[in-house]
RNA sequence: GGGCCGUUAGCUCAGCCUGGUAGAGCAUCUGCCUUUUAAGCAGAGGGUCGCUGGUUCGAGUCCAGCACGGCUCACCA
Protein backbone atom coordinates (compact mmCIF):
# COMPACT_ATOMS: atom_id res chain seq x y z
CA UNK A 1 0.00 0.00 0.00
CA UNK A 2 1.82 3.56 -0.53
CA UNK A 3 2.03 6.02 1.68
CA UNK A 4 -0.53 7.85 2.73
CA UNK A 5 -1.01 11.48 1.33
CA UNK A 6 -2.75 14.04 3.36
CA UNK A 7 -5.98 13.75 1.43
CA UNK A 8 -6.14 9.99 2.60
CA UNK A 9 -4.97 10.90 6.34
CA UNK A 10 -8.22 12.73 6.29
CA UNK A 11 -10.18 10.53 5.26
CA UNK A 12 -9.33 7.70 7.23
CA UNK A 13 -9.70 9.87 10.36
CA UNK A 14 -13.01 11.07 9.52
CA UNK A 15 -14.16 7.62 9.06
CA UNK A 16 -12.48 6.99 13.00
CA UNK A 17 -14.60 9.90 13.69
CA UNK A 18 -18.20 8.42 12.08
CA UNK A 19 -17.35 4.93 13.50
CA UNK A 20 -16.47 6.54 17.19
CA UNK A 21 -20.22 8.58 16.66
CA UNK A 22 -21.74 5.23 16.19
CA UNK A 23 -22.54 5.76 12.22
CA UNK A 24 -21.85 1.97 10.97
CA UNK A 25 -19.92 3.11 7.62
CA UNK A 26 -20.40 0.04 5.79
CA UNK A 27 -23.91 -1.13 6.29
CA UNK A 28 -25.93 -2.62 3.53
CA UNK A 29 -29.43 -2.19 4.92
CA UNK A 30 -30.44 -0.27 2.11
CA UNK A 31 -32.53 -0.36 -0.71
CA UNK A 32 -32.81 2.01 -3.30
CA UNK A 33 -36.36 2.01 -4.57
CA UNK A 34 -35.08 4.40 -7.45
CA UNK A 35 -32.47 4.80 -10.36
CA UNK A 36 -31.52 8.21 -11.62
CA UNK A 37 -32.22 8.04 -15.48
CA UNK A 38 -35.97 6.42 -14.08
CA UNK A 39 -36.19 9.39 -12.51
CA UNK A 40 -35.06 11.68 -15.18
CA UNK A 41 -36.96 10.23 -17.61
CA UNK A 42 -40.42 10.06 -15.20
CA UNK A 43 -40.16 13.58 -14.17
CA UNK A 44 -38.00 15.64 -16.05
CA UNK A 45 -40.67 17.02 -17.94
CA UNK A 46 -43.48 17.18 -15.44
CA UNK A 47 -44.95 20.97 -14.34
CA UNK A 48 -43.83 22.18 -10.68
CA UNK A 49 -47.11 21.66 -10.05
CA UNK A 50 -47.45 17.94 -10.61
CA UNK A 51 -44.21 17.95 -8.84
CA UNK A 52 -45.21 19.32 -5.68
CA UNK A 53 -48.21 16.49 -5.61
CA UNK A 54 -45.86 13.33 -6.15
CA UNK A 55 -45.16 12.03 -2.60
CA UNK A 56 -41.80 12.88 -0.90
CA UNK A 57 -40.10 8.78 -0.50
CA UNK A 58 -38.11 8.79 -3.39
CA UNK A 59 -35.36 6.71 -3.00
CA UNK A 60 -31.53 6.44 -4.16
CA UNK A 61 -28.26 5.30 -3.61
CA UNK A 62 -25.11 6.46 -5.30
CA UNK A 63 -21.83 7.75 -5.25
CA UNK A 64 -21.25 11.85 -4.12
CA UNK A 65 -19.83 13.49 -7.50
CA UNK A 66 -19.24 17.35 -6.74
CA UNK A 67 -20.23 19.12 -3.94
CA UNK A 68 -21.47 22.44 -3.72
CA UNK A 69 -21.77 23.73 -0.39
CA UNK A 70 -23.13 27.08 1.31
CA UNK A 71 -22.47 26.85 4.97
CA UNK A 72 -26.22 25.83 5.89
CA UNK A 73 -27.43 24.28 2.54
CA UNK A 74 -25.47 22.25 -0.34
CA UNK A 75 -25.68 20.72 -3.61
CA UNK A 76 -24.21 18.04 -5.36
CA UNK A 77 -24.66 15.03 -8.37
CA UNK A 78 -25.65 11.22 -6.98
CA UNK A 79 -24.24 8.72 -9.37
CA UNK A 80 -25.58 5.85 -9.97
CA UNK A 81 -25.44 2.85 -12.37
CA UNK A 82 -28.18 5.08 -14.48
CA UNK A 83 -26.50 8.26 -14.35
CA UNK A 84 -26.57 11.40 -12.41
CA UNK A 85 -29.31 13.24 -10.14
CA UNK A 86 -28.61 16.49 -8.17
CA UNK A 87 -29.51 16.23 -4.69
CA UNK A 88 -30.60 19.34 -2.14
CA UNK A 89 -29.15 19.11 1.39
CA UNK A 90 -30.29 21.72 4.06
CA UNK A 91 -30.15 22.23 7.49
CA UNK A 92 -33.51 23.07 8.40
CA UNK A 93 -34.76 19.50 6.46
CA UNK A 94 -31.78 17.09 7.70
CA UNK A 95 -31.58 18.54 11.16
CA UNK A 96 -28.45 19.98 12.68
CA UNK A 97 -27.18 16.46 13.19
CA UNK A 98 -27.87 15.05 9.66
CA UNK A 99 -26.60 17.98 8.16
CA UNK A 100 -23.39 17.67 10.31
CA UNK A 101 -23.63 14.13 9.22
CA UNK A 102 -23.55 15.55 5.47
CA UNK A 103 -20.76 18.07 6.10
CA UNK A 104 -18.19 15.63 6.91
CA UNK A 105 -18.88 13.33 3.92
CA UNK A 106 -16.70 13.69 0.84
CA UNK A 107 -16.23 13.18 -3.01
CA UNK A 108 -16.55 9.79 -3.67
CA UNK A 109 -18.47 8.50 -0.94
CA UNK A 110 -21.73 6.48 -1.80
CA UNK A 111 -24.72 7.28 0.08
CA UNK A 112 -28.54 6.58 0.27
CA UNK A 113 -30.66 9.43 0.12
CA UNK A 114 -34.66 10.02 0.66
CA UNK A 115 -36.68 12.55 0.04
CA UNK A 116 -39.13 15.03 -2.34
CA UNK A 117 -38.67 15.96 -6.07
CA UNK A 118 -38.37 20.01 -7.32
CA UNK A 119 -37.09 22.08 -9.58
CA UNK A 120 -34.61 24.40 -8.98
CA UNK A 121 -34.27 28.14 -9.70
CA UNK A 122 -32.09 27.17 -13.11
CA UNK A 123 -35.09 24.58 -13.77
CA UNK A 124 -32.76 21.18 -13.06
CA UNK A 125 -34.78 18.50 -10.88
CA UNK A 126 -33.49 18.12 -8.16
CA UNK A 127 -34.30 15.96 -4.82
CA UNK A 128 -34.24 17.05 -1.75
CA UNK A 129 -33.25 15.44 0.56
CA UNK A 130 -35.77 14.53 3.91
CA UNK A 131 -32.66 11.89 5.32
CA UNK A 132 -29.53 10.55 3.99
CA UNK A 133 -27.13 8.03 5.06
CA UNK A 134 -23.83 7.09 4.43
CA UNK A 135 -23.69 3.54 2.49
CA UNK A 136 -19.66 3.02 1.91
CA UNK A 137 -17.01 5.45 2.86
CA UNK A 138 -14.58 6.56 0.15
CA UNK A 139 -10.55 6.59 1.25
CA UNK A 140 -9.50 7.62 -1.69
CA UNK A 141 -9.65 11.18 -3.48
CA UNK A 142 -11.15 10.82 -6.67
CA UNK A 143 -9.99 12.78 -9.89
CA UNK A 144 -10.60 16.09 -11.34
CA UNK A 145 -13.84 16.73 -11.61
CA UNK A 146 -12.97 18.86 -14.78
CA UNK A 147 -10.58 16.98 -16.57
CA UNK A 148 -11.30 13.52 -15.31
CA UNK A 149 -8.49 10.78 -15.33
CA UNK A 150 -6.52 11.73 -18.77
CA UNK A 151 -3.40 9.20 -17.95
CA UNK A 152 -4.21 6.65 -20.26
CA UNK A 153 -1.92 4.41 -18.25
CA UNK A 154 -3.94 5.10 -15.00
CA UNK A 155 -7.33 4.77 -16.70
CA UNK A 156 -6.43 0.80 -18.09
CA UNK A 157 -4.92 0.05 -14.86
CA UNK A 158 -7.45 1.46 -12.72
CA UNK A 159 -10.72 1.20 -15.11
CA UNK A 160 -12.58 1.86 -11.90
CA UNK A 161 -11.49 5.47 -11.62
CA UNK A 162 -12.35 5.67 -15.49
CA UNK A 163 -15.34 4.15 -15.08
CA UNK A 164 -16.54 6.27 -12.15
CA UNK A 165 -15.59 9.68 -13.65
CA UNK A 166 -15.52 9.65 -17.67
CA UNK A 167 -18.84 8.92 -18.73
CA UNK A 168 -18.00 8.26 -22.55
CA UNK A 169 -16.15 5.13 -21.03
CA UNK A 170 -19.42 3.90 -19.41
CA UNK A 171 -21.15 4.71 -22.94
CA UNK A 172 -18.71 2.48 -24.64
CA UNK A 173 -19.07 -0.20 -22.45
CA UNK A 174 -22.94 -0.32 -22.00
CA UNK A 175 -22.65 -0.10 -26.38
CA UNK A 176 -20.60 -2.92 -26.45
CA UNK A 177 -22.89 -5.24 -23.96
CA UNK A 178 -25.69 -4.30 -26.62
CA UNK A 179 -23.44 -5.12 -30.10
CA UNK A 180 -22.84 -8.32 -28.35
CA UNK A 181 -26.87 -8.92 -27.09
CA UNK A 182 -27.93 -7.59 -30.62
CA UNK A 183 -25.22 -10.48 -32.28
CA UNK A 184 -26.66 -12.80 -29.81
CA UNK A 185 -30.44 -12.27 -30.86
CA UNK A 186 -29.60 -11.95 -34.76
CA UNK A 187 -27.63 -15.93 -34.82
CA UNK A 188 -30.37 -17.23 -32.45
CA UNK A 189 -33.34 -15.79 -34.61
CA UNK A 190 -32.06 -17.81 -37.47
CA UNK A 191 -31.87 -21.16 -35.59
CA UNK A 192 -28.23 -21.06 -34.51
CA UNK A 193 -27.19 -22.97 -31.67
CA UNK A 194 -24.86 -21.48 -29.13
CA UNK A 195 -22.27 -23.26 -27.43
CA UNK A 196 -19.41 -23.16 -25.09
CA UNK A 197 -15.96 -25.60 -26.34
CA UNK A 198 -12.89 -26.04 -24.78
CA UNK A 199 -10.32 -23.02 -23.76
CA UNK A 200 -8.23 -25.54 -23.26
CA UNK A 201 -7.13 -27.49 -25.57
CA UNK A 202 -4.38 -30.48 -25.55
CA UNK A 203 -3.51 -29.60 -29.15
CA UNK A 204 -4.02 -25.79 -30.36
CA UNK A 205 -6.05 -25.55 -33.62
CA UNK A 206 -7.50 -23.24 -35.92
CA UNK A 207 -5.07 -20.26 -36.65
CA UNK A 208 -1.93 -20.17 -37.08
CA UNK A 209 -0.90 -18.21 -34.16
CA UNK A 210 1.11 -18.83 -31.21
CA UNK A 211 -0.56 -20.53 -28.41
CA UNK A 212 -0.35 -19.78 -24.24
CA UNK A 213 0.97 -23.00 -22.78
CA UNK A 214 -0.26 -23.89 -19.51
CA UNK A 215 0.22 -27.10 -17.15
CA UNK A 216 -2.70 -29.56 -16.12
CA UNK A 217 -0.73 -30.53 -12.90
CA UNK A 218 -2.90 -33.41 -11.74
CA UNK A 219 -2.74 -35.19 -15.64
CA UNK A 220 1.02 -33.78 -15.56
CA UNK A 221 0.17 -32.42 -19.40
CA UNK A 222 0.18 -29.64 -20.95
CA UNK A 223 -2.51 -27.31 -22.87
CA UNK A 224 -2.99 -24.88 -24.79
CA UNK A 225 -5.10 -21.74 -24.39
CA UNK A 226 -7.29 -21.93 -27.68
CA UNK A 227 -6.70 -19.89 -30.69
CA UNK A 228 -9.66 -20.37 -32.40
CA UNK A 229 -12.52 -22.82 -31.45
CA UNK A 230 -13.04 -23.84 -35.49
CA UNK A 231 -12.04 -27.72 -34.98
CA UNK A 232 -14.32 -28.13 -31.90
CA UNK A 233 -17.19 -26.11 -33.77
CA UNK A 234 -16.67 -28.41 -36.72
CA UNK A 235 -16.87 -31.50 -34.71
CA UNK A 236 -20.60 -30.24 -33.61
CA UNK A 237 -21.30 -29.87 -37.19
CA UNK A 238 -20.13 -33.54 -37.76
CA UNK A 239 -22.59 -34.69 -34.83
CA UNK A 240 -25.22 -32.65 -36.38
CA UNK A 241 -25.52 -29.20 -35.02
CA UNK A 242 -25.85 -27.96 -38.88
CA UNK A 243 -26.01 -23.99 -37.30
CA UNK A 244 -23.58 -23.35 -34.45
CA UNK A 245 -22.01 -20.64 -32.98
CA UNK A 246 -19.66 -19.82 -30.51
CA UNK A 247 -19.16 -15.83 -28.96
CA UNK A 248 -16.32 -15.92 -26.50
CA UNK A 249 -12.54 -15.58 -25.21
CA UNK A 250 -9.39 -16.40 -27.88
CA UNK A 251 -5.76 -16.58 -26.93
CA UNK A 252 -3.06 -15.39 -29.14
CA UNK A 253 0.66 -15.27 -27.68
CA UNK A 254 1.23 -12.37 -29.74
CA UNK A 255 2.42 -8.86 -29.53
CA UNK A 256 0.10 -5.44 -28.41
CA UNK A 257 -1.26 -2.99 -30.59
CA UNK A 258 -4.01 -1.03 -31.24
CA UNK A 259 -5.75 -3.51 -32.70
CA UNK A 260 -4.20 -6.52 -31.01
CA UNK A 261 -5.06 -8.09 -27.50
CA UNK A 262 -3.45 -11.41 -26.43
CA UNK A 263 -6.93 -11.99 -25.35
CA UNK A 264 -9.72 -10.94 -27.10
CA UNK A 265 -13.32 -11.82 -27.90
CA UNK A 266 -13.95 -13.56 -31.78
CA UNK A 267 -17.68 -15.04 -32.69
CA UNK A 268 -17.15 -17.88 -34.62
CA UNK A 269 -20.38 -19.49 -36.50
CA UNK A 270 -20.90 -22.61 -38.87
CA UNK A 271 -23.87 -22.71 -41.26
CA UNK A 272 -23.92 -26.12 -43.10
CA UNK A 273 -25.81 -26.49 -46.55
CA UNK A 274 -24.52 -22.80 -47.27
CA UNK A 275 -21.34 -21.22 -48.77
CA UNK A 276 -19.20 -18.54 -48.23
CA UNK A 277 -21.47 -16.23 -50.32
CA UNK A 278 -23.86 -17.10 -48.77
CA UNK A 279 -22.06 -15.80 -45.56
CA UNK A 280 -20.89 -12.63 -47.00
CA UNK A 281 -24.92 -11.57 -47.52
CA UNK A 282 -25.49 -13.09 -43.64
CA UNK A 283 -22.09 -10.46 -42.68
CA UNK A 284 -23.56 -7.57 -44.43
CA UNK A 285 -27.28 -8.35 -42.84
CA UNK A 286 -25.21 -8.41 -39.16
CA UNK A 287 -23.58 -5.28 -39.50
CA UNK A 288 -26.53 -3.59 -41.08
CA UNK A 289 -28.65 -4.62 -38.00
CA UNK A 290 -26.64 -3.49 -35.44
CA UNK A 291 -25.87 -0.51 -37.27
CA UNK A 292 -29.90 0.40 -37.15
CA UNK A 293 -30.36 -0.83 -33.67
CA UNK A 294 -27.16 1.28 -32.19
CA UNK A 295 -26.99 4.65 -34.48
CA UNK A 296 -30.13 4.62 -36.26
CA UNK A 297 -28.47 4.49 -39.72
CA UNK A 298 -26.51 2.54 -41.51
CA UNK A 299 -23.79 5.14 -41.86
CA UNK A 300 -21.03 4.94 -39.10
CA UNK A 301 -18.12 7.97 -38.66
CA UNK A 302 -14.90 7.10 -38.10
CA UNK A 303 -12.22 9.79 -37.03
CA UNK A 304 -13.23 11.81 -40.33
CA UNK A 305 -13.98 9.60 -42.42
CA UNK A 306 -18.02 8.10 -43.25
CA UNK A 307 -17.89 4.35 -43.72
CA UNK A 308 -21.38 3.07 -45.18
CA UNK A 309 -22.32 -0.48 -44.63
CA UNK A 310 -25.58 -0.39 -46.65
CA UNK A 311 -24.99 -3.51 -48.55
CA UNK A 312 -24.20 -4.83 -51.05
CA UNK A 313 -20.26 -4.14 -50.19
CA UNK A 314 -17.54 -4.18 -52.80
CA UNK A 315 -16.04 -7.55 -53.52
CA UNK A 316 -12.60 -7.73 -55.11
CA UNK A 317 -9.97 -10.51 -55.27
CA UNK A 318 -6.64 -10.37 -53.38
CA UNK A 319 -4.55 -9.92 -56.84
CA UNK A 320 -6.79 -7.10 -57.77
CA UNK A 321 -6.58 -5.38 -54.60
CA UNK A 322 -2.99 -5.59 -55.15
CA UNK A 323 -3.26 -4.21 -58.66
CA UNK A 324 -5.35 -1.55 -57.64
CA UNK A 325 -3.73 -0.02 -54.78
CA UNK A 326 -0.06 -1.07 -55.83
CA UNK A 327 -0.36 0.20 -59.13
CA UNK A 328 1.34 -2.75 -60.56
CA UNK A 329 0.20 -5.02 -63.55
CA UNK A 330 -0.99 -8.73 -63.22
CA UNK A 331 2.19 -10.01 -64.62
CA UNK A 332 5.00 -8.41 -62.31
CA UNK A 333 2.66 -10.34 -58.92
CA UNK A 334 1.75 -13.48 -61.07
CA UNK A 335 4.88 -15.47 -60.04
CA UNK A 336 7.17 -15.38 -56.91
CA UNK A 337 9.96 -13.69 -58.58
CA UNK A 338 8.57 -10.77 -59.56
CA UNK A 339 6.62 -10.52 -56.54
CA UNK A 340 9.60 -10.92 -54.22
CA UNK A 341 11.21 -7.99 -56.30
CA UNK A 342 7.91 -5.38 -55.93
CA UNK A 343 7.77 -6.71 -52.05
CA UNK A 344 11.05 -5.91 -51.37
CA UNK A 345 10.25 -2.46 -53.87
CA UNK A 346 7.51 -1.93 -51.09
CA UNK A 347 9.48 -2.31 -47.90
CA UNK A 348 9.14 -6.03 -46.88
CA UNK A 349 11.84 -8.12 -45.64
CA UNK A 350 11.22 -11.50 -48.11
CA UNK A 351 12.27 -14.78 -46.35
CA UNK A 352 13.33 -16.57 -49.03
CA UNK A 353 11.66 -19.65 -48.63
CA UNK A 354 8.69 -17.94 -48.62
CA UNK A 355 5.55 -19.74 -50.28
CA UNK A 356 3.89 -17.55 -53.02
CA UNK A 357 0.78 -17.24 -50.99
CA UNK A 358 2.48 -16.19 -48.15
CA UNK A 359 3.90 -13.71 -49.79
CA UNK A 360 1.08 -12.23 -51.67
CA UNK A 361 -0.85 -12.14 -48.70
CA UNK A 362 2.02 -10.32 -46.58
CA UNK A 363 2.19 -7.78 -49.79
CA UNK A 364 -1.67 -7.47 -49.74
CA UNK A 365 -1.38 -6.42 -46.07
CA UNK A 366 1.06 -3.88 -46.01
CA UNK A 367 -0.39 -2.24 -49.41
CA UNK A 368 -3.54 -2.53 -49.83
CA UNK A 369 -5.51 -3.12 -45.92
CA UNK A 370 -4.67 0.06 -44.39
CA UNK A 371 -6.82 1.65 -47.63
CA UNK A 372 -9.93 -0.60 -47.57
CA UNK A 373 -11.61 2.03 -45.53
CA UNK A 374 -15.55 1.25 -46.79
CA UNK A 375 -16.31 -2.48 -46.25
CA UNK A 376 -15.19 -4.95 -48.50
CA UNK A 377 -14.84 -8.26 -48.85
CA UNK A 378 -11.30 -9.78 -50.16
CA UNK A 379 -11.70 -13.24 -51.99
CA UNK A 380 -9.38 -15.19 -54.00
CA UNK A 381 -7.25 -16.22 -51.24
CA UNK A 382 -4.44 -18.74 -51.93
CA UNK A 383 -4.32 -22.31 -51.37
CA UNK A 384 -1.28 -22.25 -48.99
CA UNK A 385 -2.62 -20.15 -46.66
CA UNK A 386 -6.00 -21.56 -45.93
CA UNK A 387 -5.77 -25.08 -44.81
CA UNK A 388 -8.97 -25.59 -43.36
CA UNK A 389 -10.82 -23.65 -46.33
CA UNK A 390 -12.42 -25.70 -49.21
CA UNK A 391 -10.89 -25.28 -52.68
CA UNK A 392 -12.33 -23.56 -55.31
CA UNK A 393 -13.64 -25.90 -58.02
CA UNK A 394 -12.82 -23.35 -60.63
CA UNK A 395 -9.11 -22.89 -59.49
CA UNK A 396 -7.90 -25.43 -56.97
CA UNK A 397 -5.21 -23.15 -56.40
CA UNK A 398 -7.26 -20.58 -54.41
CA UNK A 399 -10.23 -21.04 -51.83
CA UNK A 400 -13.34 -20.42 -51.47
CA UNK A 401 -12.76 -17.78 -48.59
CA UNK A 402 -13.15 -14.23 -47.90
CA UNK A 403 -11.79 -11.44 -45.47
CA UNK A 404 -13.61 -8.91 -44.67
CA UNK A 405 -12.39 -4.84 -44.15
CA UNK A 406 -13.84 -1.79 -42.69
CA UNK A 407 -11.72 0.86 -41.54
CA UNK A 408 -8.72 -0.52 -42.47
CA UNK A 409 -8.37 -3.39 -40.34
CA UNK A 410 -9.67 -6.86 -40.63
CA UNK A 411 -12.83 -7.45 -38.61
CA UNK A 412 -13.85 -10.90 -40.19
CA UNK A 413 -12.72 -14.43 -42.09
CA UNK A 414 -14.65 -16.94 -43.67
CA UNK A 415 -14.64 -19.63 -46.09
CA UNK A 416 -16.58 -22.49 -47.17
CA UNK A 417 -14.99 -25.39 -45.07
CA UNK A 418 -13.37 -28.28 -46.20
CA UNK A 419 -15.00 -31.45 -45.60
CA UNK A 420 -12.87 -33.73 -47.34
CA UNK A 421 -11.12 -35.79 -44.47
CA UNK A 422 -8.17 -37.28 -47.02
CA UNK A 423 -7.45 -33.61 -48.29
CA UNK A 424 -7.74 -32.25 -45.28
CA UNK A 425 -5.18 -34.80 -43.85
CA UNK A 426 -2.90 -33.53 -46.68
CA UNK A 427 -3.00 -30.19 -45.86
CA UNK A 428 -2.24 -30.43 -41.86
CA UNK A 429 0.75 -32.61 -43.14
CA UNK A 430 2.10 -29.62 -45.20
CA UNK A 431 1.08 -27.32 -42.53
CA UNK A 432 3.74 -29.27 -40.46
CA UNK A 433 5.90 -29.78 -42.67
CA UNK A 434 6.52 -26.08 -43.53
CA UNK A 435 6.17 -25.35 -39.69
CA UNK A 436 9.14 -27.34 -39.32
CA UNK A 437 11.03 -25.01 -41.86
CA UNK A 438 10.82 -21.78 -39.22
CA UNK A 439 11.32 -22.08 -35.42
CA UNK A 440 7.78 -22.27 -34.91
CA UNK A 441 7.08 -25.89 -32.51
CA UNK A 442 6.03 -28.84 -34.64
CA UNK A 443 2.34 -29.03 -33.73
CA UNK A 444 0.92 -32.26 -34.02
CA UNK A 445 -2.05 -33.28 -36.36
CA UNK A 446 -5.38 -33.25 -34.48
CA UNK A 447 -6.32 -37.19 -35.16
CA UNK A 448 -9.29 -36.92 -33.37
CA UNK A 449 -10.55 -34.11 -35.60
CA UNK A 450 -9.53 -35.87 -38.70
CA UNK A 451 -11.63 -39.11 -37.35
CA UNK A 452 -14.68 -36.93 -37.05
CA UNK A 453 -13.95 -35.71 -40.83
CA UNK A 454 -14.12 -38.59 -41.73
CA UNK A 455 -17.50 -39.92 -40.18
CA UNK A 456 -18.68 -37.21 -42.67
CA UNK A 457 -19.11 -33.14 -41.84
CA UNK A 458 -22.20 -31.42 -43.84
CA UNK A 459 -21.27 -28.87 -46.71
CA UNK A 460 -20.82 -25.87 -44.53
CA UNK A 461 -19.34 -22.35 -44.59
CA UNK A 462 -17.91 -20.60 -41.47
CA UNK A 463 -16.46 -17.16 -39.90
CA UNK A 464 -14.80 -15.83 -37.44
CA UNK A 465 -15.63 -12.09 -36.85
CA UNK A 466 -13.28 -9.97 -34.04
CA UNK A 467 -16.01 -8.49 -31.50
CA UNK A 468 -13.34 -6.08 -30.10
CA UNK A 469 -12.84 -4.63 -33.68
CA UNK A 470 -16.38 -4.83 -34.79
CA UNK A 471 -16.89 -2.88 -31.13
CA UNK A 472 -14.12 -0.61 -31.84
CA UNK A 473 -16.06 0.05 -35.56
CA UNK A 474 -19.60 0.94 -33.02
CA UNK A 475 -17.92 2.87 -30.83
CA UNK A 476 -15.48 5.22 -32.95
CA UNK A 477 -12.36 3.93 -30.64
CA UNK A 478 -9.15 4.07 -32.42
CA UNK A 479 -7.28 1.67 -29.83
CA UNK A 480 -8.55 -2.28 -28.56
CA UNK A 481 -7.86 -1.23 -25.66
CA UNK A 482 -10.34 1.59 -25.27
CA UNK A 483 -13.06 -1.25 -25.57
CA UNK A 484 -11.73 -3.88 -23.31
CA UNK A 485 -12.39 -3.20 -19.65
CA UNK A 486 -9.25 -4.45 -18.49
CA UNK A 487 -6.25 -4.50 -21.40
CA UNK A 488 -2.86 -6.54 -20.86
CA UNK A 489 -0.58 -3.99 -18.93
CA UNK A 490 3.01 -4.68 -17.93
CA UNK A 491 2.66 -4.98 -13.66
CA UNK A 492 3.25 -1.83 -12.12
CA UNK A 493 6.97 -1.87 -10.70
C1' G B 1 12.87 -5.83 -30.67
C1' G B 2 13.92 -0.53 -33.36
C1' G B 3 12.66 4.83 -33.65
C1' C B 4 10.15 9.11 -31.57
C1' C B 5 7.54 11.18 -27.34
C1' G B 6 6.01 11.23 -22.21
C1' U B 7 6.59 10.42 -16.56
C1' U B 8 6.66 17.26 -11.75
C1' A B 9 1.25 17.73 -5.47
C1' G B 10 -4.53 13.13 -5.01
C1' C B 11 -6.05 14.93 -10.38
C1' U B 12 -5.09 18.22 -14.88
C1' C B 13 -0.85 20.73 -16.27
C1' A B 14 3.29 24.91 -16.46
C1' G B 15 8.55 25.08 -15.35
C1' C B 16 13.44 22.02 -18.90
C1' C B 17 15.54 25.15 -24.73
C1' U B 18 19.15 29.19 -21.69
C1' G B 19 21.32 24.90 -14.44
C1' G B 20 20.79 28.99 -9.04
C1' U B 21 16.75 26.21 -3.24
C1' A B 22 9.14 23.93 -6.65
C1' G B 23 4.45 26.82 -9.60
C1' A B 24 -1.05 27.22 -11.18
C1' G B 25 -6.14 25.39 -11.31
C1' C B 26 -9.17 21.67 -9.18
C1' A B 27 -9.12 18.76 -4.72
C1' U B 28 -7.81 19.01 0.87
C1' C B 29 -7.84 21.93 5.67
C1' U B 30 -9.74 26.67 8.47
C1' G B 31 -13.32 30.79 8.41
C1' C B 32 -17.81 33.16 5.92
C1' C B 33 -21.99 31.76 2.98
C1' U B 34 -29.70 28.31 2.62
C1' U B 35 -31.19 27.64 -5.26
C1' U B 36 -25.66 26.04 -6.76
C1' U B 37 -23.90 23.29 -10.92
C1' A B 38 -16.05 24.07 -13.20
C1' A B 39 -20.64 28.04 -6.99
C1' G B 40 -18.15 32.32 -4.58
C1' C B 41 -14.83 35.14 -1.01
C1' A B 42 -10.49 35.10 2.56
C1' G B 43 -6.48 32.24 4.42
C1' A B 44 -3.40 27.63 5.10
C1' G B 45 -1.13 22.92 4.33
C1' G B 46 0.49 19.44 0.69
C1' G B 47 6.46 17.42 -3.63
C1' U B 48 11.64 10.98 -3.34
C1' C B 49 10.21 16.43 -9.95
C1' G B 50 9.58 7.76 -12.41
C1' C B 51 14.41 5.10 -10.64
C1' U B 52 19.89 4.78 -10.67
C1' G B 53 24.32 6.91 -11.84
C1' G B 54 27.27 10.90 -14.15
C1' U B 55 28.75 16.19 -15.29
C1' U B 56 28.76 20.65 -12.19
C1' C B 57 30.31 24.85 -6.68
C1' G B 58 25.07 23.71 -7.60
C1' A B 59 20.52 19.29 -11.52
C1' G B 60 13.22 19.08 -11.99
C1' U B 61 16.35 21.36 -15.94
C1' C B 62 22.31 18.79 -19.12
C1' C B 63 24.30 13.43 -20.16
C1' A B 64 23.90 7.90 -19.69
C1' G B 65 21.42 3.53 -18.20
C1' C B 66 16.93 1.35 -16.43
C1' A B 67 11.40 1.00 -15.48
C1' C B 68 6.46 1.99 -17.04
C1' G B 69 3.28 4.13 -20.74
C1' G B 70 1.83 6.33 -25.66
C1' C B 71 2.58 6.63 -30.99
C1' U B 72 4.99 4.16 -34.89
C1' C B 73 7.83 0.38 -37.55
C1' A B 74 8.88 -4.75 -37.25
C1' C B 75 6.41 -9.35 -35.71
C1' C B 76 1.36 -11.37 -36.24
C1' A B 77 -3.32 -16.10 -41.35
Redesign the pocket.
Same mark, same amino acid.
Do not use: C
Given at each position: M??L? &??????RK $?LLQLRESGVVPYPNDFRPKHVSSQILSEFGAVSDDHLRALPDDFTMAGRIM?? #??????????LQDRGGRL @?V?A????LGKEGYDLFK?L??GDIVGVWGKL????? $? &?L?L &?AHGLRLLCKCL????? $?????????? #?? #?QRY?DLM?NSEVREVFKRRSRIIRIIRRFFEDRDFLEVETPMMQPIPG?????PFITHHNALDMNLYLRV?PELFLKRLLVGGVERVFELNRNF?N??? *?? #??NPEFTMLEFYQGYATYEDLMTLTEELFVTVAKEILGSPKVSSGDQVIDLQPPWRRLSLTEAIEEYGKVKREEVATIEPLRAFARKN?? @?V?TEIPYG?LL??VF? $?IVE?NLIQPTFVIGYPLE? *????RKDDANPALVDRF &?LFIGGR?LA?AFSELNDPLDQRDRFLK @?AQSRKI?DEPASAIDEDFLRALEYGMPPAAGEGIGIDRMVMLFTAS??I?DVILF???????
Open positions: DDN &EQMEVR $KGI #RSFGKASFFH @QYRQDRSDVFRTKT $K &ET &ERPLPE $KWHGLADVEA #RY #RVVGAAARAREGV *SV #RHGL @QDNVED $KPV *SPLA &EEN @QGSSRPLLRPEH
